[in-house]
């Protein structure tokens, strides 16, 4: 069974610019999770979908970050435009169901200089 | 506000020794716990969960012990070894429908 893919690995912008990460779940899995961890924490739930619908968005920072999962399968995340803070790895996931163990992927490390 | 928490934030063991991670959580209404590893550059991957119901769990090498009295969560790692090196997070989930909430890890290291 594949794991769940993200896409870039790395990425390095300077602040005020955009950037993308997309995700690819595992398939079959329902919800979709995006997660921002900063370095030395555990990972924060940014966004979650149950198939193409926002289950909980209360700590994404709306005003800059924005998701969406058209099709019920891939996500992307968008930060636009990106401050300094915003360097941290983020963290895709799906699960069957919400509750359900959570499988992660690699993660997106981004920098923001 | 309530929140997972670790008592160590790093933990040094030597090779084959037993240790020990350890989890304070607040929420009473929490009946779902895991417990993930999570290597350099990689996802937090599953080791082990427990439910609310149990208060003992023991899979390959790994026991997670659940104290609802005092509300805490150990994860138990026998015979040491490198691979093991490596941040430990504990995540709750506080009740049905909710999300987990992850604690800040702690970072086992495996002496030789």
């Known amino acids: 069974e594949a794991g769940v893919a993200q896409s870039p690995r790395y990425k390095i912008i300077e602040k005020r610019q955009s950037v993308a990460f997309w995700c690819n779940p595992i398939s079959g899995h329902a919800t979709l999770y995006w997660y921002q961890q900063i370095l030395g924490q555990g990972p924060k739930l940014l966004i979650q979908?149950?198939?193409?619908?926002?289950?909980?968005d209360s700590q994404l920072p709306k005003d800059r970050f924005s998701a969406e999962r058209l099709k019920g399968v891939d996500s992307t995340l968008k930060i636009q435009p990106a401050k300094l803070e915003d360097s941290a790895v983020y963290l895709c996931?799906?699960?069957?169901?919400?509750?359900?163990?959570?499988?992660f992927g690699p993660g997106t490390r981004l920098t923001v200089t | 506000g309530e929140s997972v928490g670790l008592h160590l934030p790093t933990l040094s063991v030597q090779e084959g020794d037993n240790s020990i991670i350890n989890c304070a959580y607040s929420n009473s209404a929490s009946d779902y716990f895991i417990w993930y590893k999570q290597e350099s550059g990689k996802g937090p991957q599953f080791i082990i969960d427990i439910r609310s119901n149990m208060d003992k769990r023991q899979g390959q090498r790994v026991t997670v012990l659940l104290n609802k009295t005092v509300k805490h969560l150990s994860l138990q790692i026998a015979a040491t070894q490198p691979g093991d090196s490596a941040v430990y997070f504990c995540?709750?989930?506080?009740?049905?429908?909710?999300?987990?909430?992850f604690g800040p890890g702690t970072r086992l290291s495996v002496l030789p």
């Open positions: 979908f149950q198939n193409n619908g926002v289950v909980d």
């Open positions: 996931a799906s699960s069957l169901a919400q509750g359900n163990e959570q499988y």
């Open positions: 995540a709750e989930n506080r009740g049905y429908g909710q999300n987990f909430v």
